[in-house]
Structure formats: structure tokens, C-alpha cells
């Protein structure tokens, strides 16, 4: 031992490779799991931005069909027409198909006006939610099936909500 210290040559070069390779190898090591912190983060953060969106594009459209007067159903009970009892005039629920500049459930009505059923706040770059839906008359029931999915089309949340108009006086 003494005589290693008083030596003043210093390092070998097998004894440089060694502490060469055992920094590389934690480096490596802590470059991988920063890795993976990363990719569950990222999973994480789009399950919960999913569960906002799904929870209030449910509580959009929940409303809608609750307080909906004078559906009609008639031409096509999976797109009913109906007078929302927010706007005061006939609406309906498609999908956007991209041609429009808007994105996600858009309220359409007779006059040729679309408008997102969401603001853009509301919807991240990364998710779209859109909707299936039907009205059953005799049970006087609309039945909603709301997906979000991501940009490339995925499925990643869906949600079946059933809700009966209280406003319903008279179906067309």
C-alpha cells in the first residue's frame, strides 16, 4: 500500500478502462430509467387528460338530451333532431369529419350553423371525443355512446350514458 502512494506514475490503462466502463454503465442505467419515467408520466398525464375530457363532454351532452323538448326522431332515430333547452332552437349531434376546421361533437342545426360542442381549452392537441347516439321513443330514452381517442384514431375511453328528456312534451 505504501509503496503504491509514493509511486508517482500513476493509473494504469487496464485501471483508466475499468472506471471508464463502470461510468458508462451507470450512465447507461440512468439514462434507461430516466427513460421510463418519462414514458409513465406521459401515459399517466393522457389517461387523466382522457377522464377530463370524457367527464365533461358526458356532462355537455347529458344536459342537452335532459332538457331536449320535441325530439324528433322520425327520419333517423340515430341522429334525432331535437329543440335544446339551452339554445331555444333544433339541434343535433354529429362528429366532426375534418373538412370543417373544427374538431370533435359539433351542434348543428336547420340552418346550416356548426359549432363545437367543446372550446378548444377544453380539448388537448392529443385527444378528440366523438359520439353515437339514438333516441328510443317509446321508452322516450336517448342512448349515447361517447369515445375519446387520439390523434391517430385509437380508442382510448369509452362511455355508454343513458338519459330521459325531463322537458319532453310532445315528440314530433
Same mark, same amino acid.
Given at each position: 500500500? %505504501?509503496?503504491?502512494?509514493?509511486?508517482?506514475?500513476?493509473?494504469?490503462?487496464?485501471?483508466?478502462?475499468?472506471? @471508464?466502463?463502470?461510468?458508462?454503465?451507470?450512465? @447507461?442505467? *440512468?439514462?434507461?430509467?430516466?427513460?421510463?419515467?418519462?414514458?409513465?408520466?406521459?401515459?399517466?398525464? *393522457?389517461?387523466?387528460?382522457? !377522464?377530463?375530457? *370524457?367527464? +365533461? +363532454?358526458?356532462?355537455?351532452?347529458?344536459?342537452?338530451?335532459? /332538457?331536449?323538448?320535441? @325530439?324528433?326522431?322520425?327520419?333517423?332515430?340515430?341522429?334525432?333532431?331535437? @329543440?335544446?333547452?339551452?339554445? =331555444?332552437?333544433?339541434?343535433? /349531434?354529429?362528429?366532426?369529419? =375534418? #373538412?370543417?376546421?373544427?374538431?370533435?361533437?359539433?351542434?348543428?342545426?336547420?340552418? =346550416?350553423? #356548426?359549432? !363545437?360542442?367543446? +372550446?378548444?381549452?377544453?380539448?388537448?392537441? %392529443?385527444?378528440?371525443?366523438?359520439?353515437?347516439? !339514438?333516441?328510443?321513443?317509446?321508452?322516450?330514452? /336517448? +342512448?349515447?355512446?361517447?369515445? $375519446?381517442?387520439?390523434?391517430?384514431?385509437?380508442?382510448?375511453?369509452? !362511455?355508454?350514458?343513458?338519459?330521459?328528456? $325531463?322537458?319532453?312534451?310532445?315528440?314530433?
Amino acid at each position: 500500500m %505504501r509503496s503504491r502512494i509514493k509511486n508517482k506514475k500513476g493509473f494504469s490503462i487496464s485501471e483508466m478502462l475499468m472506471v @471508464v466502463m463502470i461510468l458508462s454503465l451507470i450512465i @447507461v442505467m *440512468l439514462g434507461s430509467g430516466v427513460m421510463v419515467v418519462k414514458n409513465s408520466y406521459e401515459k399517466i398525464t *393522457l389517461k387523466a387528460e382522457a !377522464q377530463t375530457l *370524457l367527464s +365533461t +363532454t358526458i356532462t355537455k351532452v347529458s344536459d342537452e338530451f335532459r /332538457f331536449a323538448k320535441y @325530439v324528433n326522431a322520425d327520419d333517423n332515430p340515430k341522429a334525432a333532431k331535437f @329543440v335544446s333547452g339551452n339554445l =331555444g332552437y333544433e339541434i343535433w /349531434f354529429k362528429n366532426d369529419d =375534418g #373538412s370543417s376546421g373544427m374538431k370533435g361533437i359539433l351542434i348543428c342545426n336547420n340552418a =346550416g350553423v #356548426s359549432a !363545437q360542442l367543446l +372550446t378548444d381549452k377544453t380539448m388537448t392537441s %392529443r385527444l378528440t371525443p366523438s359520439i353515437e347516439y !339514438q333516441y328510443d321513443k317509446d321508452n322516450r330514452l /336517448f +342512448t349515447a355512446t361517447i369515445t $375519446i381517442a387520439t390523434r391517430d384514431n385509437d380508442k382510448f375511453l369509452e !362511455q355508454e350514458i343513458k338519459v330521459k328528456p $325531463i322537458n319532453n312534451r310532445k315528440e314530433s
